[in-house]
Nanobody
Framework: QVQLVESGGGLVQAGGSLRLSCAAS????????MGWFRQAPGKEREFVAA????????YYADSVKGRFTISRDNAKNTMYLQMNSLKPEDTAVYYC????????????????WGQGTQVTVSS
């Protein structure tokens, strides 16, 4: 089993920045990929970004390309999401997810999910 804990959410003004962290514990040595998803009130959960754990492949939703950067620290078993130029429409609960299977990193078939961290962007 793998446990995921997100942190770093909060309230920020439009144009500001936040960095989210996702700390993984447990059987992390078999991780294939990790991703960030978000869910705004009244909307379905959507893909934000993903990274393959061993390699340099990263993936982004069109809505965040050029503003968000995903990264990971293998030694710390931690994934990050640097969010710049935040917009009110980025307001959502952000979830990190992980998988040990070779799934499509932009899909939703992740094995493990965190509890989420709230990001609120004021206009």
């Amino acid at each position: 089993q793998v446990q995921l804990v997100e942190s770093g959410g909060g309230l920020v003004q439009a144009g500001g920045s936040l960095r989210l962290s996702c700390a993984a514990s447990g059987r992390t040595f078999s991780t294939y990929a990790m991703g960030w998803f978000r869910q705004a009130p009244g909307k379905e959960r959507e893909f934000v970004a993903a990274v393959v754990w061993r390699g340099d492949n990263t993936y982004y939703a069109d809505s965040v390309k050029g503003r968000f950067t995903i990264s990971r620290d293998n030694a710390k078993n931690t994934m990050y999401l640097q969010m710049n130029s935040l917009k009110p429409e980025d307001t959502a609960v952000y979830y990190c997810a992980g998988t040990v299977r070779r799934i499509r990193p932009t899909g939703y078939e992740y094995d493990y999910w965190g509890q989420g961290t709230q990001v609120t962007v004021s206009s």
